[in-house]
């Protein structure tokens, strides 16, 4: 079954503006984890937080984890083109196993 | 160096027949992951190796769905008696033991 559940599940914008992405969760988690999947295939780690950390930055990316609303955000700012994809996020439970449960994932196009 | 990789990238066969999907993992990863999914949803948890041995299967939909990796690298998805439902793409992901996964290109399986 799927935990996470993203918001929105489509998002469309302009280059150059920002995406914001969120993601709800259900149970308890260790970490939480974006991903980037271009054309329905493989998928690309983008970054992760873990449930004692509430917000971390890689590049152009920012996301934030709220465990009291077991929510998380994902940033992209000063949006391209090339990232035009879905994003999804992942929990782990911890407990060794490291299975992901994934959302259903957000439709983010970049418009030129 | 090499990433994931997944055999046949399209499989197409008939309801009924036996199948078998390949995943190469990157060299030195001991745990090994595979995922389904379908259309326009995130992927689901099948079931976990850790070694050679399947340590969570709990993903598995039913006795249909069985997958060996017998010497704890290239890991084998092997389902039988094939139905229209079981038509997705298949992901495997591997990892060093982190809580990073690198996917695959994945596996689009149809069943006609």
């Known amino acids: 079954s799927q935990q996470g559940e993203e918001d929105p599940q489509a998002l469309s914008i302009q280059e150059g503006e920002n995406a914001t992405m969120n993601c709800s969760y259900k149970?308890?988690?260790?970490?939480l984890q974006w991903y980037r999947q271009n054309s329905g295939r493989g998928l690309v780690h983008l970054i992760l937080?873990?449930?004692?950390?509430r917000e971390k930055h890689s590049g152009r990316l920012r996301v934030t984890l709220d465990t009291s609303k077991k929510s998380s955000s994902l940033l992209i700012t000063a949006s391209r083109a090339a990232d035009t994809a879905s994003y999804f996020c992942?929990?782990?439970?911890?407990?060794?196993?490291?299975?992901?449960?994934f959302g259903q994932g957000t439709r983010l196009t970049i418009n030129p | 160096g090499a990433g994931v990789s997944q055999t046949p990238s399209n499989k197409v066969t008939e309801k009924g027949k036996y199948v078998e999907l390949r995943c190469d993992p990157i060299?030195?990863?001991?745990?090994l992951y595979w995922y389904r999914q379908s259309l326009g949803q995130g992927p689901e948890f099948l079931i976990y190796?850790?070694?050679?041995?399947?340590?969570?299967d709990s993903g598995l939909p039913n006795d249909r769905f069985f997958a060996v990796r017998p010497e704890g690298s290239v890991s084998t998805l092997k389902i039988q008696r094939t139905e229209r439902g079981d038509s997705a793409v298949y992901l495997c992901?591997?990892?060093?033991?982190?809580?990073?996964?690198?996917f695959g290109p994945g596996t689009r399986l149809t069943v006609l």
């Open positions: 992901a591997s990892s060093p033991g982190g809580n990073e996964q690198f």
């Open positions: 149970t308890s988690i260790n970490n």
């Open positions: 937080i873990r449930s004692n950390e």
């Open positions: 992942a929990t782990d439970r911890g407990g060794g196993a490291q299975k992901l449960v």
């Open positions: 060299s030195g990863h001991t745990a």
């Open positions: 190796f850790q070694g050679t041995g399947a340590a969570d």
